[in-house]
């Protein structure tokens, strides 16, 4: 047998044994007595990273020192484990739960942050429903209002920021959309919309330019009686948007809809006039 095999196989032996060795020693604080030794455990096993081993502790020790002094570390801790675990529902209800516990600790400015942070994990990609992000803002504004000084306010500004810019990808997609399905309409209301919501948007020059377009198409499959009001907006919507992006790539193709529209309020003028 060569040296390297030999010294890999003692080194498996050696992991295997520490895991065993581990195992049964995280089992006895488990299934013990000493609670103290619990609490001990527990916050090691989390500050190494270690929080499926820490989780099950602190939650037998939840009830244990709720009326101790411990008690106010213990629910610190359960709030972060949890975190740490990645369940942002449960996280961010413990973390509510200690600021109004515990309304005198030091840790109530973190954990009013983490619980606004946990809305904020739980904000899902911008196509999805976006209720928890509406919440996670509301909850970051909160936190700043209540703790305008605080060290915090510049992470709460860049999640805001995060968060306002998944609803304005969503608002402007939902516009995109309904433009894709020829609801040319309901694309001018929606477009509009991000404009008035989102007015420095970094998609705001194809905003204006599909405001353009769905209004000249709008006008285009409409009634010979609503043609000429319609076509009157698409001309406004052309001058918003040259204004706005002289040197737009759309620049081009917005000419050709304004002359478009010229011309066909020619032929109407020339229709009413019964020339």
Known sequence: MSFNKIFT???IYTFILALLISCSEYNKVLKGSDYNLKFEKAIEYYNNDQCYKSLPLLE???SYFR???KGEDVYYYYAKNHYCMGDYYLAGYYFKRFVKNFPQSVRVEECAF????CLMMNSPDYYLDQSESYKAIDEFQLFMSKYPNSYLVDSCDKMVSDLRGRLERKSFEK???YF????FRSATIALNTTILEFPDTEFKEEVLFLILKSNFLFASNSVDSKKVERFEESIKSYYTFVD???SSKFVNEAESFY???IDELEKLKKTTNGI
């Open 175 to 177: 516009g995109k959309l």
């Open 9 to 11: 196989n003692f080194f």
């Open 114 to 117: 983490n619980s606004a942070a």
């Open 244 to 246: 706005s992006f002289k």
């Open 259 to 261: 002359l478009s529209t």
């Open 67 to 69: 009326m101790t002094s």
């Open 180 to 183: 894709k399905m020829e609801k």
């Open 60 to 62: 037998e020790l939840m």
